[in-house]
C-alpha cells in the first residue's frame, strides 16, 4: 500500500477546513467523496512512496521535525485537478519555507524507499489542501458557488509532519507523527 508524508495543521485552521467540508456536504454534490470521507486530516502531502522502510521513514521524519519550526500558511485560492473524477483543493500561499521542507524531504526519501510517486518531485509539485474528490461535473459550480462565499485566505500554521498509509484513496492507519518545533 502507499504511504503519504504530510503537513498537518493547528487546531483552529482545522476548524475553519472542518466549516468549509460542513458545507460543502449540505449542498449535495451527488457522489462527490470529501477528505473527511477517506478517513483523512486535512493536510499537504510532500511526498508519496509505494514502498517504504517504516522504521528509518519515521526516525527521519522526526529528524526533520526536530529541525523544522512550525510553518506559517495561507491557503489563499482555489483550485481543481480536472478529469473523469475532478479534485477540488485550496492552495497554499508557496513560500521558502514550505519550499524547504519540501526540498530537504526529498533528498532523503532515497534513504527509506526506492518508489516515490514522480508527482511530488520538485518542479512537478504542487502543494494543496485537498476538499472534495471524485467531484461530478455537474458539482464543480455549486461547490465553487459555495466556496466563493466563504473569507479568504485561510491563515493558520503546519505544526506537525506525518505518514498515512492509504489503499484505493482511504487512509487505512497513521504510521507516525512528529510536532514541528
Do not use: N
Not at 467540508?21 to 470521507?37: K, N
Request: a negative charge.
Amino acid at each position: 500500500m502507499p504511504f503519504a508524508i504530510e503537513l498537518f495543521f493547528d487546531p483552529r485552521c482545522e476548524s475553519r477546513l472542518r466549516r468549509l467540508i460542513s458545507g460543502l456536504r449540505e449542498t449535495q454534490l451527488g457522489g462527490t467523496v470529501l477528505i473527511e470521507d477517506v478517513k483523512a486530516r486535512f493536510h499537504i502531502t510532500l511526498a508519496v512512496c509505494d514502498h517504504v522502510r517504516e522504521d528509518v521513514m519515521c526516525e527521519i521524519l522526526q529528524e526533520i521535525a526536530d529541525g523544522t519550526p512550525s510553518l506559517p500558511v495561507i491557503l489563499s485560492s482555489l483550485g481543481m485537478f480536472p478529469g473523469k473524477e475532478t479534485v477540488m483543493f485550496l492552495a497554499p500561499v508557496v513560500d521558502q519555507e514550505l519550499l524547504e521542507v519540501h526540498r530537504v524531504l526529498t533528498e532523503r526519501v532515497a534513504d527509506f524507499s526506492e518508489s516515490p510517486w514522480k508527482l511530488y518531485q520538485p518542479g512537478r509539485w504542487v502543494p494543496h489542501c485537498t476538499l472534495a474528490l471524485k467531484l461530478p461535473r455537474d458539482g464543480v459550480q455549486k461547490a465553487l458557488e459555495l466556496l466563493m462565499e466563504s473569507t479568504f485566505p485561510i491563515t493558520g500554521e503546519l505544526i506537525e509532519i506525518g505518514v498515512s498509509e492509504f489503499e484505493a484513496g482511504v487512509v487505512k492507519r497513521y504510521v507516525c507523527s512528529y510536532a514541528l518545533q
